[in-house]
């Protein structure tokens, strides 16, 4: 793919354009997941992030688990947050309360060692490597099916039973009285 | 999309999960705190198929050339059910907390003190 006529010091083709779009939204949102005084303003900064992480997906072929990351994330799982937060009262003012404590200034320098170690040791070694290897068709529903109910099916089958147990589990700990 | 470098993607799955970490640590409603989880996650999703994607490694010996590089992506269906489990009994020990004691400040847990 060409270059764009853009002033900028290094080539950027327009899939990289629209990568970084998209990566400086999904960066932006998770920023937001944090920094979100309201905890329903939070689940709104992640429900954008994983609407943009799906359309990263897609752009990464894997279709199927991009659809899948809008329907189980921004769906399933982003409404139990919201319908738990709206049990909790977490609008009162008294209680979402940030005490300011040391918590930040350790948090924060941890955080960038993290990605400063994790960036210089692993990433930046694989700078170079950008040949992709899969096939286009790697992420399709026939490719993914036809590897779960085959090779994967018995972690399939367990997994089903973790969800039974996370749903009796979770019907028990809901209940009034115990 | 083609010409868009490996590296890209893994940096922005690394500066995701540093900041669900950071959050995980500085946060103190717990409802924020299992968001963070979430976006960690997340984060680990996006690595495994973009290994997936640019790196097609034979994790299972199977028949057909065409499986071979599904590893990642299997590894990113099990995450995202492991995740619907745990977001559901999470939330219920936190409404369980929250009915216990009125309130769910993080930092104030201490009924396990011996």
């Given at each position: 793919m060409n270059p764009l006529p853009l002033p900028l010091p290094f080539p950027v083709t327009g899939n990289q354009v629209g990568f970084l779009m998209l990566a400086g939204l999904a960066m932006l949102m998770s920023i937001g997941v944090v920094v979100m005084k309201s905890p329903v303003r939070a689940a709104m900064c992640l429900v954008l992030n994983f609407?943009?992480?799906?359309?990263?997906?897609?752009?990464?072929?894997?279709?199927?688990?991009?659809?899948?990351?809008?329907?189980?994330?921004?769906?399933?799982?982003?409404?139990?947050?919201?319908?738990?937060?709206?049990?909790?009262?977490?609008?009162?003012?008294?209680?979402?309360?940030?005490?300011?404590?040391?918590?930040?200034?350790?948090?924060?320098?941890?955080?960038?060692a993290m990605f400063v170690m994790i960036g210089s040791q692993v990433i930046w070694p694989l700078r170079s490597m950008s040949t992709i290897k899969a096939d286009n068709s790697y992420g399709g529903p026939q490719a993914i099916a036809k590897v779960l109910f085959t090779d994967y099916v018995y972690p399939f089958e367990i997994i089903s039973i973790l969800l039974l147990v996370g749903v009796v589990g979770s019907v028990l700990l809901a209940k009034r009285k115990v | 999309m083609a010409s868009v470098p490996f590296s890209w993607y893994l940096a922005l799955g690394l500066?995701?999960?540093?900041?669900?970490?950071?959050?995980?640590?500085?946060?103190?409603?717990?409802?924020?705190?299992?968001?963070?989880?979430?976006?960690m996650?997340?984060?680990?999703?996006?690595?495994?198929?973009?290994?997936?994607?640019?790196?097609?490694?034979?994790?299972?010996?199977?028949?057909?050339a065409s499986d071979q590089w599904m590893g990642g992506q299997m590894a990113v269906i099990f995450v995202m059910a492991?995740?619907?489990?745990?977001?559901?009994?999470?939330?219920?020990?936190?409404?369980a907390i929250y009915r216990l004691r009125n309130d769910v400040d993080v930092d104030e847990l201490s009924e396990l003190r011996g």
């Open positions: 609407f943009v992480l799906a359309f990263i997906y897609f752009t990464l072929n894997a279709q199927m688990l991009g659809i899948t990351q809008i329907m189980v994330y921004a769906g399933a799982i982003m409404v139990l947050f919201l319908f738990v937060v709206m049990l909790l009262k977490s609008h009162a003012p008294a209680f979402n309360k940030e005490k300011i404590d040391f918590k930040p200034a350790v948090a924060v320098p941890l955080g960038l | 500066f995701m999960f540093t900041t669900g970490a950071v959050g995980v640590i500085v946060r103190r409603n717990p409802v924020v705190v299992f968001m963070c989880i979430e976006l996650l997340n984060a680990v999703n996006l690595t495994f198929l973009t290994f997936s994607r640019y790196s097609p490694t034979p994790l299972v010996a199977s028949r057909l492991v995740a619907a489990a745990e977001v559901a009994v999470g939330l219920g020990i936190i409404m």
